[in-house]
């Protein structure tokens, strides 16, 4: 593949929040770390805290991977590293989305493995590790439990329950069928069928499926995949359990801080709650709220606890207590040596909600990193781009505006009517000189006729174009053919297309080429064809 980058403002796509965090806009400088460059991981390094989990954090990812590891010598090299001092996490998050759901999941992960290599680049003496952040506790299934491949829906249609990282796979069976019918007859379809099939069939949960697929994808990078789901896990952050939902701190900075965020007109994302955990059981997962009378109640679970009750329920089951969004950053970062978290445009914004709840726990900031975003295309489709006299950059503009640049470049008339309304608004300027004259009175009405015919003119201009459109009809399908190719059901591609025809055509060259021309600190759009 070749690649062609694109500044993201130029792709009207992404939010002024993340343009203007791109840009380094002061205004939010203190909703931020430091800024996502070389310069900023150097500092970055300089300020990390001493962080005293490693041997917790390795003895849970080899009991998780279990049997994955010797297949997979470069993950386990990387756990191992994980002993070092000098050794630091690259972190990505997302939910469980069968299949991998969208393209972008994959751009995540990536973004991570290629920032690895290039801090280890700068820093040879130090060690750098991507890791993928299961979202095993979410419990948001109808997000997940669905992928469109070349515009079809393939669903997993059950009832959710509890967190998605523990549903039972045994129903997936006619999903995966789904999938892996569409593949076709190759090698590298009977490759993903194996993987997929492995998957899905042979693991009984959903945290399991994803952890044996993304590794199997992603093995020979030495990513490591950390199912936070984990009583071990979750001791360490015991601590900020109980304080947090005894004290509600996290719910007063994050407010705060998103009206400061808000008042110098930037979006927010999320809104902190009174409690922000949740009760966890393998059957539900439900809220955690105080009522009048002092209690702690689980919402819907006729399951309450007096204050002592609830310390006592924390110390004996920490694992029971399941962050919400704006406390699952915080876990993450007691956990890992994480120096980066690499996120979309939504998930950088709810992020620079919460930095004065991180300064307050005195827990390390990450630096931001908006992950790589990227289309990928084939010759034959660029090619008729080319032919249309389009490029990369105007291919993002409205369908409607590109076929009218498109006809008024190639037609032999003239299709606007300027100049005619020019001639025609001068002798309206002596209507209204004369109407004045007879009578001021009917200055409204000789307005009212101007624009109706100004309305007629503009409808004549527009058939004139409709019927210009005619002559290149050809070209005009090539457009629509082009966009909605590269932006299927009018988004952009990375946002509703799974991964796997590309990787049917392309195999593990596609992942060589993501990590080839991605360059997570330059912040361009990437165009692979």
Same mark, same amino acid.
């Given at each position: ?206 945290? #399991? $499926? ?5 590794? =199997? &994808? %992603? @093995? ?5 995949? +950390? #199912? $936070? ?5 979750? =001791? &360490? %952050? @015991? ?5 947090? +939902? ?284």
């Amino acid at each position: 593949m070749k690649a062609t980058y694109i500044e993201y403002s130029e792709t009207n796509s992404f939010s002024k929040t993340l343009l203007a965090y791109l840009a380094h806009d002061e205004a939010l400088k203190p909703f931020v770390g430091h800024w996502p460059t070389f310069e900023g991981f150097e500092k970055q390094l300089h300020e990390k805290k001493h962080f005293d989990h490693r041997g917790i954090l390795v003895e849970r990812l080899k009991a998780q991977y279990t049997t994955l590891l010797p297949g997979s010598p470069a993950v386990a090299k990387n756990i191992d590293l994980l002993l070092q001092e000098n050794t630091y996490t690259i972190t990505t998050g997302h939910q469980l989305n069968i299949f991998t759901g969208p393209l972008y999941f994959i751009f995540k992960i990536m973004t991570a493995i290629r920032l690895s290599e290039d801090l280890h680049a700068k820093h040879p003496d130090k060690n750098f590790v991507p890791v993928y952040w299961m979202a095993t506790e979410d419990h948001d299934f109808e997000e997940i439990n669905h992928t469109k491949v070349y515009g079809k829906k393939i669903a997993w249609e059950i009832p959710a329950v509890s967190a998605t990282g523990r549903m039972d796979t045994s129903s997936i069976v006619d999903a995966v069928k789904q999938y892996t019918n569409i593949l076709g007859l190759s090698d590298n379809s009977a490759k993903l069928t194996a993987i997929v099939e492995q998957a899905y069939l042979k693991h009984s949960r959903l945290a #399991d $499926a994803t952890r044996y697929m993304v590794n =199997e &994808l %992603f @093995k020979a990078y030495g990513l490591l995949i +950390i #199912d $936070a789901d984990d009583k071990a896990l979750k =001791e &360490l %952050f @015991k601590p900020i359990i109980k304080t947090d +939902i005894l004290s509600e701190n996290s719910f007063k900075a994050i407010t705060e801080r998103s009206k400061e965020l808000e008042s110098k007109g930037f979006s927010t994302q999320v809104h902190a709650r009174e409690i922000n955990f949740f009760y966890l059981t393998d059957e539900f997962r439900e809220r955690l709220v105080l009522t009048a009378d002092g209690r702690y109640e689980v919402l819907h679970q006729n399951i309450y606890f007096t204050k002592e009750e609830l310390e006592k329920e924390i110390d004996a089951h920490p694992e029971r207590f399941s962050p919400n969004v704006v406390m699952r950053p915080m876990y993450q970062e007691v956990i890992l040596p994480n120096l980066a978290y690499i996120g979309g445009g939504a998930e950088m914004v709810y992020w620079m909600q919460l930095k004065s709840n991180f300064d307050q726990y005195k827990i390390d900031f990450p630096i931001l990193i908006p992950r790589n975003s990227a289309m990928i295309t084939e010759d034959n489709v660029a090619a008729k781009l080319f032919r249309v006299d389009l490029t990369f950059k105007s291919i993002f503009r409205p369908a409607e505006v590109l076929k009218k640049e498109y006809v008024r470049r190639h037609t032999k008339e003239r299709l606007n009517l300027n100049d005619e309304w020019m001639e025609l608004n001068a002798i309206f300027g002596k209507i209204r000189l004369r109407t004045h004259k007879i009578d001021p009175s009917l200055g409204p009405s000789t307005e009212a006729i101007k624009a109706r015919l100004k309305k007629a003119m503009n409808n004549l201009e527009k058939k004139l174009m409709k019927a210009e459109k005619r002559n290149h009809q050809h070209a005009l399908a090539d457009i629509d053919n082009v966009k909605e190719k590269l932006f299927p059901g009018g988004g952009l591609q990375e946002r509703s297309e799974n991964f796997a025809l590309l990787y049917v055509k392309y195999g593990d060259n596609l992942f060589r080429d993501l990590y080839k021309y991605f360059n997570p600190l330059d912040f361009k759009f990437t165009i692979l064809y």
